[in-house]
């Protein structure tokens, strides 16, 4: 157990409401809240704060009700019309937590963990919402946060030590503290192919699903990319469509995810025992209770290897990841796994010809996101559900009438991207931030994200990352790591009111220091070689390279807190009275 200094211990009492479980409001997409900020702007007034968040995920949340209880002047803002980051705009057919539900969900308040029950081992999207707005409502939230508001840009006015943070809107907000909680997956993206403009059937998009349901009856629909979402949306429209067409141009490996509901006992049980799984989650290097072996893969027998696997499998979730402990670093392993699985895929779909389209090559397993599925490869068993492979058959084109590969035009009626996201940046280079000196972050990221403890970056004071690209981000389970960046960053904020310090940023060798290591652990790893979001190898142009920090959770936060302890090393203050003066 981590014995270091650590901020997560000094989070306020939470307050206490009824019991009652709330879905909230129904989400709304062109609300303009009633906030004290909204009829500030209105006057074309500038609002003073103490702190502005930019997100209204799990980190978003977690950190407006933290700051706010420290006694902070704070106003979250979310271009979204409510609460859930990306589970607001995921509302395609088949959306779902790939996490168990009891580790995707806040840990801060045992109050919140006794009130509310998960249905289903796996949530679904209309369910996770609704635990946004419980939690949204049981904390008071929703006064302190201004919806539908996209963030133009964010200045660091070097004079007055505070960032100047403009909005779509036309509104000024002045805070001494920006925290971007933006999210890994915020900004997504399009396929690259010609044409998409003249496609005149429905086009629909993953990441930005719309809020009425949708038909696929007797309708030919086509869906290029075949991730986590796609995985999700063709089980679901392959149920529904009159024939449904999967342009699948780099297949993935996905386990049966054997989703089940969760029987009251079995509630009863967790609510008993929460304290101690948060506990062995927060030191896992995972962020969560998914089974972890200390089990290298060649140190049991071939039988025994085999068994294992077939229970794994059985299992269902990310068991099989966590069965042996070398499957990330030892590549002769890792093609023996991925060979099992291969052969599962083999054992479902009855055409031997697609069987082997759909079977993933030429990378190894886990180095792109694992997938959950139930029932993605009976899919395609289905008479009505065919199987474009991209890979012998590339697609050309996007037609006024549908999609036109090498071999010839497929006529649609509507026409569905699961084409993935600008991972990682894409959020926090999406508007002008400026830091010291006019300089940009784009500038600062020109060759590739680079921070220091994934928190801050040299020559942008008092400006805090959740999740961030330096950080364990999207290897982690999201809301371990998002309270554990809020935590962090509630402390060195403690510190610098305490102290009477103005501003605070790390220094360009904490910096260096930092990249290196992260670019050591990377070297450890297999996730590199695999053309994924990890590496940025999904959008043209962007530096190749895997800048996510893969020692483990565990290991992330044992350095954050070593800083602190070392008397925050690596960073530096501007006391308050300089800032003043100036």
């Not at 044992?558 to 602190?564: D, G, H, R």
Request: proline share 6%; charged share 25%.
């Amino acid at each position: 157990m981590n014995t270091g200094p650590s901020y997560a211990n000094s989070s306020p009492s939470n307050p206490t409401l009824g019991e009652q479980r709330v879905t909230g409001d129904s989400p709304r997409t062109d609300a303009r809240p009633d906030t004290a900020a909204a009829r500030d702007a209105g006057r074309g007034a500038i609002r003073r704060l103490d702190v502005v968040v930019v997100g209204a995920g799990f980190g978003g949340l977690y950190a407006v009700y933290k700051y706010r209880e420290m006694g902070l002047r704070v106003l979250g803002l979310e271009m979204g019309g409510d609460f859930g980051g990306v589970w607001y705009w995921n509302r395609y057919p088949g959306a779902r937590v790939d996490l168990p539900s009891l580790d995707y969900s806040y840990a801060f308040s045992p109050e919140i963990e006794q009130e509310w029950t998960w249905s289903e081992q796996f949530a679904a999207q209309p369910e996770l919402l609704e635990y946004f707005a419980f939690v949204a409502k049981r904390l008071d939230l929703r006064k302190d946060f201004q919806f539908n508001t996209r963030v133009n840009g964010a200045t660091w006015d070097e004079q007055r030590a505070l960032w100047v943070v403009t909005t779509d809107r036309g509104e000024v907000f002045e805070a001494t503290y920006c925290v971007m909680a933006t999210g890994p997956l915020s900004v997504p993206k399009d396929p690259e192919i010609p044409g998409i403009e003249r496609f005149k059937g429905q086009l629909l998009r993953a990441a930005r699903w719309p809020h009425e349901p949708v038909s696929f009856e007797n309708r030919r629909v086509g869906v290029i990319g075949t991730g986590s979402s796609g995985i999700q949306i063709v089980q679901e429209v392959g149920k529904q469509a009159g024939e449904l067409f999967v342009y699948q141009r780099t297949p993935s490996f996905t386990m049966p995810m054997r989703n089940e509901p969760l029987e009251p006992d079995y509630v009863e049980e967790i609510k008993r025992h929460y304290a101690g799984m948060r506990e062995i989650a927060r030191n896992s290097p995972i962020g969560g209770m998914r089974p972890q072996s200390s089990r290298a893969f060649f140190s049991v027998t071939p039988s025994q290897r085999r068994q294992l696997m077939e229970d794994a499998w059985n299992a269902g979730g990310l068991v099989l990841l966590g069965t042996f402990a070398d499957l990330l670093v030892n590549e002769e392993a890792n093609a023996q796994v991925a060979d099992f699985v291969r052969g599962k895929i083999s054992e479902v779909v009855k055409d031997p010809e697609t069987a082997e389209k759909l079977k993933p090559r030429g990378y190894p397993i886990f180095a792109r996101r694992p997938c959950l599925d139930t029932g993605y490869y009976e899919t395609f068993n289905k008479p009505n559900v065919h199987l474009m492979d991209c890979l012998t058959d590339p697609i050309v084109e996007i037609t006024e009438t549908g999609v036109r590969t090498q071999a010839g035009e497929t006529a649609l009626d509507a026409l569905i991207f699961a084409a993935g996201y600008d991972a990682l940046t894409g959020a926090m280079l999406a508007f002008d931030v400026v830091g010291r000196n006019g300089r940009t972050l784009k500038e600062h990221w020109k060759r590739g994200a680079r921070s220091y403890l994934g928190h801050m970056m040299e020559g942008f004071p008092n400006l805090f990352l959740t999740t961030g690209p330096n950080g364990p981000a999207a290897l982690a389970n999201i809301p371990r790591l998002s309270e554990h960046d809020v935590d962090w960053i509630a402390g060195l904020i403690t510190h610098m009111r305490d102290n009477g310090l103005a501003a605070v940023e790390p220094t360009r060798q904490a910096e260096d220091e930092w990249m290196e290591l992260v670019h050591m652990y990377s070297q450890r790893t297999l996730l590199s070689k695999a053309n994924t979001w990890y590496v940025n190898a999904n959008i043209e142009g962007k530096p190749r390279g895997l800048t996510l920090f893969t020692g483990g959770f565990q290991k992330y936060r044992e350095l954050c807190e070593s800083a602190v302890r070392d008397g925050h090393r690596g960073f530096v203050f501007e006391p308050l009275q300089r800032a003043l003066a100036a």
